[in-house]
């Protein structure tokens, strides 16, 4: 069974930073696609980005310039960095995994608040 767990949110004013992290129970090399998603209160979960194994992505225009995905493959992680935060950005995100035969994994979330 393929674990995801996410870490990094939290409460920043607007503006500010933050980094989220998504640790995976097997490498990453093992799916297709990772990526993050959220969703904000009463709103349907939406992309932020994905990344292929093979290693390209796919932004949010919403976040484009803002939001980098990184990953380290000695750790089994890909990360989140959020700069110039806004209050639009308040919401819990989620790291997802695609495996060949389009099994998705999900995480359980980590909740980000933008907020003065």
């Known amino acids: 069974q393929v674990q995801l767990v996410e870490s990094g949110g939290g409460l920043v004013q607007p503006g500010g930073s933050l980094r989220l992290s998504c640790a995976a129970s097997r490498s990453i090399f093992d799916f297709n696609i990772m990526g993050w998603y959220r969703q904000a209160p009463g709103k349907e979960r939406e992309l932020v980005v994905v990344?292929?194994?093979?290693?390209?992505?796919t932004y949010a225009d919403s976040v484009k310039g803002r939001f980098t995905i990184s990953r380290d493959n000695a750790k089994n992680a890909v990360f989140l960095q959020m700069n110039s935060l806004k209050p639009d950005d308040t919401a819990v995100y989620y790291c997802?995994?695609?495996?060949?035969?389009?099994?998705?994994?999900w995480g359980q979330g980590t909740q980000v608040i933008v907020s003065s």
């Open positions: 990344i292929t194994r093979g290693g390209i992505t």
């Open positions: 997802k995994a695609v495996r060949a035969g389009s099994s998705v994994y």
